[in-house]
């Protein structure tokens, strides 16, 4: 079982930066592939982001590529999203998400690949 709790979301200008992280609980998060989303109003959960357990491999929807990074420290259960550039189309409510799916690198996009996830957190991008 994981618990995960986002935090770092807010209001920002269009070019600004925020940093989104993710505190897990539970000892298998080191083991856990974890996957950063994204829904609008009136629109379906979209991938933003994706690392492997080790931080070896990294995915992301073209949308954010050059834009956003996603890392992790094992050592602090955390998982972070550095989002520089923000465009008011960011604007949405950003969810992690944790998986000990095995093949991660042909499904880390489907969100009914990962059985946990956080509360949610709002990031709004003023023009």
């Known amino acids: 079982q994981v618990q995960l709790v986002e935090s770092g979301g807010g209001l920002v200008q269009a070019g600004g930066s925020l940093r989104l992280s993710c505190a897990a609980s539970?000892?298998?998060?080191?083991?856990?592939?974890m996957g950063w989303f994204r829904q609008a109003p009136g629109k379906e959960r979209e991938f933003v982001g994706g690392?492997?357990?080790?931080?070896?491999?990294?995915y992301y929807t073209e949308s954010v590529k050059g834009r956003f990074t996603i890392s992790r420290d094992n050592a602090k259960n955390t998982v972070y999203l550095q989002m520089n550039s923000l465009r008011p189309e960011d604007t949405a409510v950003y969810y992690c998400?944790?998986?000990?799916?095995?093949?991660?690198?042909?499904?880390?996009?489907?969100?009914?690949?990962?059985?946990?996830w956080g509360q949610g957190t709002q990031v709004s991008v003023s023009s």
């Open positions: 998400a944790a998986t000990l799916q095995i093949d991660y690198s042909s499904n880390y996009a489907w969100p009914r690949v990962y059985p946990y």
């Open positions: 690392i492997t357990w080790s931080g070896s491999s990294t």
């Open positions: 539970g000892r298998t998060f080191s083991r856990c592939n």
